[in-house]
Structures are given as structure tokens and as C-alpha cells.
């Protein structure tokens, strides 16, 4: 989170703006005095979490709009229903667009699916792979058992749920307001990207766990190379995953910017992950790889974000 708060910062000043960080806590009166004194033209968005629950990062959306502000990135209802992961698939379902099999665990005791496995563990609210490891890929019941007493042992209130584990490929689209390529009246899709698991070990569930997004000596970190050149075979499921990408955008109401992550079974057919609206900008991070590939660099990409908010 700072280095993304540091790229956008300098990013802005770049642009000429004279940008004013401003953390949120639950004190959310303080927070709204502080920006009444402050009147901005616009707020970047970077809130993530509140006091480490990401649970409640729709407050920061819900605060603007109580002020009549202007800020970047997606509304208060549409962070919400992506942020929610069961919720987002359920209106991934309900529009018909492909999503995993999924059941919340009410029971940690007796989650009882109703899908065949594997199965994999994730939690309802936290991103960022939070909690996730390789044992998170159960590959029958009792191995389920196993993750959710792991899981169970958490801080509280982190809501879990289990979802069929869909072996195969791992993709993610980025999606950025505005661009020679943007959708009309929409995002342009950026170069997608394929996370590559070729160095993992046999038997060794091919996921990007926390270990592999955060802990940069770990072998997962060093494992999941991202790459952005495909063969002439693979063009017709990037203009698919392309499609769908689109298709999310429009359904949850995005704005700004977004990246949709998506698995690709054996037989070729993609499943929307998680949508993730406003991703990381962290320079590391997907996104940013992405931009740079369409020949933008954070500058680039802050300028149309803040454009198309002023525009709104």
C-alpha cells in the first residue's frame, strides 16, 4: 500500500497536481472534516482496508459520496458487490457468465459440498491472497477438513467459503478508462497476462498463494513468472477472456479501472475467478506490468484514471 500511495503520489505531482494523503480509521467524522477543510477537486482512491478489514473498504466510497466529492475508481455499490466475493459470484451466475461452483462455510465442521473436488479454501472478503497457502487445495474431504480447522484458527469474523478448484491455466485482465483500444464508452483491455507455474514441483497446487504475491525469497515468489507473448494457437481464448472481461465491467458497473482474474480448464473453457476493482497500482504489481506492455507507464495510467473521473 505505500509503495502504490508512492507511485500515485509522484505521479500526480508529475501531472501538476499538489496531492494531500489523508489515512481512513473508523473515525470516519474526523476523516470527513479533514476533507471538507481540504475541498479537493478529486480524491485517488487507494483505500484497500479499514483498520485491516477489507471487509470494510467500501466505507471509503461511502464517505465521498456523503460529501459530494469526486473520486477515482469504482462506486460504493459496485466495490462492495466485487469486494464480497460470494456475492460477486452470485451476479456472476445470475448474468450467465462462468464462475466455479461455490458454497459459503456456515459450518467449518461440515462444509459438505456439493461439488466433486478439489476444492479450494478462500476467504469471503480478504484479497490479496490472504491466508491462502497450498494446503488451502483440498483434494477430498478430509484434506478440507484438515484447511478449514487451519483456517478456523483466524482472527475472527473472516468469512470463509469453499470453491471447486479449477485445474489448468491462470490468466488476469487489466481494464483502464479510455485509450485508442477502449470498448466505446467503455475500458480499453490491456495485454493480458498468464501467471506461468513451470518450476513447480509435481503434486504442488499451481496457485498464486500469499507466498508467491508477497515473500520474495520464497519459492512460490520465484515460481510464478507472469508472461505476455502467447502463440498464434492461443488468440481465439484471449479474444474470449477479452470478452468476458467486458462483460464484467459492464455488469458490476466499474469505473476507472479494474482486473478480472480468470482460470482456464483443460478443455479451454475460462471461469472468472475474482473481480478486482481498483487493483493495485504498486509497481511490481499486475497492473502496472500490464500498462507497460500497452506502452504506458504510471504516469500514463494515473493521468487517464484521473481523467475520466473529472469527466464523470
Not at 140 to 145: F, Q, V
Not at 207 to 213: L, M, P, Q, R, W
Not at 226 to 239: N, Q
Amino acid at each position: 500500500m505505500l509503495n502504490e500511495a508512492a507511485v500515485v503520489r509522484r505521479a500526480l505531482r508529475e501531472l501538476g497536481y499538489a496531492p494531500v494523503e489523508l489515512a481512513l480509521t473508523l473515525n470516519l467524522q474526523r476523516a470527513a472534516a479533514s476533507l471538507r477543510r481540504l475541498a479537493p477537486r478529486l480524491v485517488f482512491n487507494l483505500v484497500e482496508s479499514v483498520e485491516g478489514r477489507d471487509s470494510l473498504v467500501y466505507l471509503a466510497p461511502a464517505l465521498l459520496d456523503s460529501l459530494g466529492l469526486n473520486y477515482t475508481g469504482v462506486r460504493t455499490e459496485a466495490l462492495f458487490l466485487s469486494s464480497n466475493k460470494l456475492l460477486a459470484k452470485s451476479k456472476l451466475r445470475g448474468a450467465g457468465i462462468p464462475t466455479p461452483d461455490w458454497t459459503p462455510v456456515e459450518d467449518p465442521g461440515d462444509p459438505r459440498p456439493s461439488f466433486a473436488p478439489p476444492y479450494i479454501v478462500k476467504s469471503v472478503w480478504e484479497h490479496s491472497s490472504i491466508g491462502l497457502t497450498s494446503a488451502s487445495v483440498a483434494r477430498d474431504a478430509r484434506e478440507l477438513a484438515e484447511e478449514l480447522g487451519r483456517r478456523k484458527s483466524g482472527p475472527p469474523g473472516r468469512a470463509l467459503y469453499v470453491e471447486a478448484f479449477i485445474e489448468g491455466r491462470e490468466f488476469n485482465l487489466s481494464l483502464l478508462h479510455g485509450g485508442a483500444g477502449a470498448d466505446p464508452g467503455g475500458p480499453e483491455v490491456l495485454p493480458p497476462a498468464e501467471i506461468e507455474f513451470a518450476s513447480f514441483p509435481e503434486g504442488k497446487p499451481k496457485i498464486v498463494d500469499y507466498a508467491a504475491k508477497w515473500e520474495e525469497g520464497s519459492s512460490e515468489y520465484r515460481g510464478t513468472p507472469r508472461r505476455f507473448d502467447f502463440p498464434e494457437s492461443d488468440a481465439g481464448l484471449l479474444e474470449e477472456l477479452g470478452r468476458i472481461a467486458l462483460a464484467c465491467w459492464r455488469l458490476f458497473g466499474l469505473s476507472g479501472y479494474a482486473r478480472v482474474d480468470f482460470r482456464v480448464d483443460p478443455s479451454g473453457r475460462p471461469w472468472v475467478l475474482e473481480i478486482n476493482a481498483n487493483p493495485c497500482l504498486s509497481p511490481d504489481a499486475g497492473f502496472l506490468a500490464a500498462a507497460a506492455r500497452a506502452g504506458l507507464d504510471a504516469v500514463g495510467v494515473v493521468k487517464r484514471i484521473v481523467e475520466g473521473c473529472l469527466k464523470r
